[in-house]
Every structure is written in C-alpha cells, then in structure tokens.
C-alpha cells in the first residue's frame, strides 16, 4: 500500500451518477484535476493542494482524505451507503442472495 492510500475509501457520484470508489490521494487528485475550471473553489484548490501534498509524503494520506470529503459534500458527490452485499459484488450476486435467503 502506498502512502498515500486512504484507510476507508470513499464513494462518491461521478458523471451521470456513477458511483466510483476512490482509494488514494492520488485517485482523488485525477478527479480534481478533471474539475472544471470555470466551477472550481477554493474548497476545491485546498483539497487538490492536499491530495498532492499526500502524494508527495508532506501529509499523510487522512488529511488529505478528509480535505477531499469536505469538497464531495460541498459538491453532493457523495454517494450514499449501500448494502456491503451490493457495494462489492454484482447486482446478479446480490439477487442470487436474496433468493437463497429468503424464507421458504
């Protein structure tokens, strides 16, 4: 694991509300660089300035991490919690789940 992998990836909404999990400052930094121009704040030069500080080992990856979840909530990027089941396997398995589970 790098440094500056994040301890608890997040989740947030990218293009048409495509959940993507972001694991690093450097994932998080690739989407910040997307950002466009014309929309970004400051909320969203702390965070980038935070996640490349991760990169570079100035900070550690937590701060950078946090810097990063107060821009996504800034910008309702967060994706909501889902069911562990479905967040990491497929919508098949968790259908498959739910059929094996269910009562007779």
């Given at each position: 694991m790098?440094?500056?992998s994040f301890?608890?990836?997040g989740t947030i909404l990218t293009g048409l509300g495509t959940p993507t999990r972001i694991e690093s400052?450097?994932?998080a930094y690739a989407l910040l660089a997307d950002w466009p121009?014309?929309?970004?704040?400051?909320?969203?030069d702390i965070a980038a300035k935070a996640?490349?500080?991760?990169?570079?080992?100035?900070?550690d990856?937590?701060?950078a991490r946090a810097t990063f979840v107060a821009f996504a909530r800034r910008n309702d990027l967060v994706a909501p919690q889902t069911s562990p089941t479905v967040a990491d396997g497929t919508v098949i398995d968790w259908a498959r789940s739910q059929r094996v589970n269910a009562p007779a």
């Open positions: 790098d440094r500056s301890e608890k990836p400052a450097a994932e121009r014309a929309s970004r704040t400051a909320a969203h996640c490349r500080a991760a990169m570079d080992g100035e900070i990856a937590e701060t």
